[in-house]
Nanobody, 117 residues
Framework: QVQLVESGGGLVQAGGSVRLSCAASRSIFSTEVVGWYRQAPGKQRELVASISTYGRTSYADSVKGRFTISRDNARNTVFLQMNLLKPEDTAVYYC???????????WGQGTQVTVSS
């Protein structure tokens, strides 16, 4: 069991930057992957970035070159640095922990990011 708390969202102009944080209540196991998802009104929730215990990262094509996922294992925190923001990045962003072998997943409460043109 783990609790996840996102923070750092807000209103930003197109072309600007925001850094989101996901604080976990415990260390992340080697069998778990941390991901950032987003959901815009009327759309399905989509995976935008993920990172493994060993630092392996993956990104959605729509954010490659603009977003960077990273982690501070000592503080049980994962970050999402978002640069060159576009209005289409507007969404609620969620932190997720998924077990590769245990068949469970946990979600944070989400944080709103709004990009104005």
């Amino acid at each position: 069991q783990v609790q996840l708390v996102e923070s750092g969202g807000g209103l930003v102009q197109a072309g600007g930057s925001v850094r989101l944080s996901c604080a976990a209540s415990r260390s992340i196991f080697s069998t778990e992957v941390v991901g950032w998802y987003r959901q815009a009104p009327g759309k399905q929730r989509e995976l935008v970035a993920s990172i493994s215990t060993y630092g392996r990262t993956s990104y959605a094509d729509s954010v490659k070159g603009r977003f960077t996922i990273s982690r501070d294992n000592a503080r049980n925190t994962v970050f999402l640095q978002m640069n060159l923001l576009k209005p289409e990045d507007t969404a609620v962003y969620y932190c997720n922990v998924r077990s590769v072998v245990g068949g469970y997943t946990y979600w944070g409460q989400g944080t709103q990011v709004t990009v104005s043109s």
